[in-house]
């Protein structure tokens, strides 16, 4: 099976960086995949990361390990547009193969003046 | 290109009343997936077409569910007898093959049972 583990929920305040993590259980790792949501709206996609290592983008990095099973997202010169819920997925082939994602019950993030 | 549509936003309908979503997924999307998210959760995987074919669908998926997609394009939910337990959000999303991007969302319907 897969478990996905994140913090339920981060506040931060304006300006700050703030790193949300994600672990995760899985049989067949193919990827992982965040997510912003704002309240009632549908999820965005943010990043992808196969391999290990930092990707950029933008205010945004994502970073994976699978030799740990962990990732985070980092979230640098918040804003308060940032304020939503960050859902860690990841792709595991025995289970969905390429087409299903499995999401975690995401982070919720609450940035303060 | 006006992303993924999804139809009615919101939904209440009484128990036991069955009930159709609609959505329409980018044009050039071959593959189309219907997710279910309750308060506080992440969404939770229910179905899976690649074009008109329905290659998947989730174990916790009751008889009461069905989906399809005629011609590959739009793609229907229907729920039967609804249940109280059947209030969340329903997400569609489509993705143009093996993407590594993941998929697109629409901004889903609602449903309220009552």
């Given at each position: 099976?897969?478990?996905?583990?994140?913090?339920?929920e981060m506040t931060a305040?304006?300006?700050?960086?703030?790193?949300?993590?994600?672990?995760?259980?899985?049989?067949?790792?193919n990827g992982l995949f965040?997510?912003?949501?704002h309240a009632g709206e549908a999820p965005t996609f943010l990043s992808y990361n196969v391999l290990d290592g930092l990707e950029e983008k933008g205010r945004f990095s994502s970073f994976l390990s699978r030799s740990k099973g962990y990732s985070y997202l980092l979230l640098k010169e918040l804003?308060?547009?940032d304020s939503a819920s960050y859902l860690c997925a990841v792709r595991d082939i025995p289970s969905g193969g390429y087409n299903k994602l499995i999401f975690g019950a995401g982070t919720r993030l609450a940035v303060h003046p | 290109d006006t992303g993924v549509s999804q139809d009615p936003r919101h939904k209440i309908t009484k128990r036991g009343q069955n009930v159709t979503f609609r959505c329409d997924p980018i044009s050039e999307h071959n593959?189309?997936?219907?997710?279910?998210?309750?308060?506080?959760?992440?969404?939770?995987?229910?179905?899976?077409?690649?074009?008109e074919a329905q290659l998947e669908k989730s174990r916790l998926l009751s008889?009461?569910?069905?989906a399809e997609r005629p011609k590959g394009s739009f793609s229907t939910l229907e729920i039967q007898r609804t249940e109280q337990g059947d209030s969340a959000?329903?997400?569609?999303?489509?993705?143009?093959?093996?993407?590594g991007?993941?998929?697109t969302f629409g901004s889903g319907t609602r449903l309220t049972v009552v």
């Open positions: 099976g897969q478990n996905i583990d994140q913090p339920t305040t304006e300006g700050a960086i703030v790193q949300i993590n994600c672990t995760y259980q899985t049989s067949g790792f965040w997510y912003q949501q804003q308060m547009k | 593959r189309l997936y219907w997710y279910r998210q309750t308060l506080g959760q992440g969404p939770e995987f229910l179905t899976y077409f690649q074009n008889d009461r569910f069905s959000m329903y997400l569609c999303a489509s993705s143009r093959g093996r993407t991007y993941g998929y």
